[in-house]
């Protein structure tokens, strides 16, 4: 199977770093603003930015994970229906600050997903979005990152795969590969 | 996996453990669903469900109605005595009929056993039985194992005794299928004419003396009596049924540890179960019927999902 590296561990890390200073640069000392992690691959990239920004701004933030499953539009439409995954959101989010946060931004539908089921813990005062990979040209709803660490143009045939040592592989990396 | 092998739940008999454990795991993530703020998911919006109930049902027909209504499916409702059932329609016909105004899934309640199976085998739609005579009553027993394996973190390996008039309970038969596909032994209790004949053949311990069994399980299912069904006399007198047979706080007290005591209600206290019990901390009654919305919502998603 054919595959081209987008990103290797030491620019994963380097986009990370950068996203750190970016949000302690927009949101001061964080005190109004939570972090959720879009179930199932966002928790990851979440969890190593929570690390971060403790380590840098020695700043421990409010976070959780969001499943939107429910809230898909494309329930019944599908082959194989989705297994939902925990949502585990300890605090209201009503006036607060978000920051939505997943590995790849492709077709845009689970993030309105994603900002479907959000509210029912709340009215936010403002949501960002913040992805490892924004896939250009491939939008279905009108939806946009906010933080971004690489934009990559990519064909429907192909997929972002992204790769975490956590997940049981050598290294981080992220991967264009073919649909088998 | 992500769906059920059957287009219907008809009877715990019919799935396989990984069905019921897939429907566990879904009813966990809908049991969230039901402490956020806003308890509504917008699943099955373009879904209509019929709740045709041919009998009488307080519990199970809220909780079915609060678990479509969470899932932001259309209801309809209906229940046989202000219907044309009383002017001689047959099931087929009523059933058809309200099929006809486009309704996606039924949930149905019915005296005579098999009649969601006949159905099944007569409609589209997805049939969901919600008790069915003395048959089963597979939505209840999902939710007495969930709860267990709430209580205690799993099922598998567990003792539980159902406690009771088995032989006109479908929720027995139902909790038996359950918690042996799920690994764990059981016992049914009660007199000797309220057990039926054949019982031992589906691999239960039987047992005539509660206090026995009580000190043999680690969950007491303990059943109603159900005088509704009974057409001869089962026992001589209520106060002798309870004298023998009813479960106290001082039946619990004997015992060298602490066992959880269940019961799918109503509760005819005094009878079966005394208040000292029922309100006690060994009891998971109230948890029972939340985690019924909860069981109920998973199958009804994952039901619907299934194309």
Redesign the interface.
Known sequence: MQKRLVLDQQQIAIILKRFCHQLIENHDNFDNTVFLGLQPRGPIVLDKIVGLIEEIAGQKVPFGYLDATFHRDDFRRRDLPLKANETKIEFLIEGKKVILIDDVLYKGRSVRAALDAMIAFGRPLKVELMVLVDRKYTRDYPIMPDYYGVKVNTLESQYVSVEWTKNGFDKDAIWITEKA | M??LSSRHLLGIKDITSDDIQ?IF??A??FK??LN?????????R?ITIANIFFENSTRTKLSFELAEKRLSADVVNFSSSNSSVKKGETLIDTVNNILSMKVDMVVMRHSSPGAPHFLSRNIKANIVNAGDGTHEHPTQALLDAFSIREKLGDVAGKKVAIIGDILHSRVALSNIFCLQKLGAEVMVCGPVTLLPKHIDSLGVIVEHDVQCALAWCDVANILRIQLERQQIKYFPSLREYSLYYGVNKKMLDTLDKEIVIMHPGPINRGVELNSDVADSEHSIILHQVENGVAIRMAVL??L????
Do not use: M
């Open positions: 992500s769906q897939l795991e879904t966990d993530n969230e669903v956020r703020p806003i308890k509504k998911v917008p699943s099955l373009d998603y994952l619907a999902g299934v194309r």
